[in-house]
């Protein structure tokens, strides 16, 4: 589906991502890594918000390496963020009103029947839903998830992993950034493993914490496994 072919950016001379190569295929894969790691520049490359140093981003054989974020979403790569972006002083129904008629699709998210109620009078569950439900109506091929499960309460945690789990069974390609090691575990179907700026590991979620080299970037050289 989407080709990452040995991209790498620069900031002020510090190197942030170094020669990344990886697909994006027909699943849900999760982007893990510690602070720093490169997580949300590779993202911001991949969406179009940045332009990196060297390397190619391919979508089905075509190069789309540094075309506007407008331009990729009319190719169906869409990206959410961890800070939402919604009208908040508009409903519910008027947020979706702006990219779609159908209204049917709130009842997806459960948000339906709160359709009158101003954006900025939900709960931080709804609001993430809402993120989300404007993405997918702009009927993406490949959808970015910005730290989905940030801020959720465990029960809004484990719908939103139903909903981005039912997504991905409509033949939407999924990667997820996300700090909620556990949560996106639960979703995952595949993981990388970023740390400064390089893949130290890419697999399934079960062996990822089973990885010497994970174990080091997250814990240290000393870390013991009880």
Do not use: W
Not at 16 to 22: R, W
Not at 77 to 91: G, S
Not at 150 to 176: D, P, Q, R, V
């Amino acid at each position: 589906m989407l080709s990452v072919v040995n991209i790498s950016k620069n900031f002020n001379g510090l190197k942030v991502l170094e020669d990344i190569s990886f697909e994006i295929k027909k699943e849900r894969l999760g982007i893990i890594g510690p602070n720093g790691a490169g997580k949300t520049t590779l993202f911001n490359i991949i969406s179009g918000f940045l332009k990196p140093d060297s390397g190619k981003i391919i979508l089905k054989g075509d190069d789309i390496t540094g075309k506007k974020p407008s331009e990729l979403a009319k190719k169906g790569i869409i990206r959410t963020f961890q800070i939402m972006k919604v009208f908040e002083n508009m409903t519910i129904e008027e947020n979706l009103l702006t990219i779609t008629d159908d209204l049917s699709i709130l009842k997806d998210f459960e948000l339906y029947e709160k359709r009158k109620e101003l954006a900025r009078n939900l709960s931080q569950g709804e609001l993430r839903r809402l993120s989300l439900c404007l993405a997918i109506a702009k009927k993406p091929k490949i959808l970015l998830l910005d730290e989905p499960f940030s801020g959720l309460s465990k029960k809004e945690a484990e719908k939103m992993a139903g909903i981005i789990t039912e997504i991905s069974f409509n033949g939407t390609s999924l990667a997820i950034v996300e700090h909620r090691i556990k949560e996106l575990f639960n979703v995952a179907e595949r993981v990388i493993v970023l740390n400064s700026g390089s893949i130290i590991f890419d697999g399934d979620p079960e062996s990822v914490t089973e990885n010497p080299a994970v174990r080091e970037a997250y814990f240290g050289r000393n870390y013991v496994r009880s």
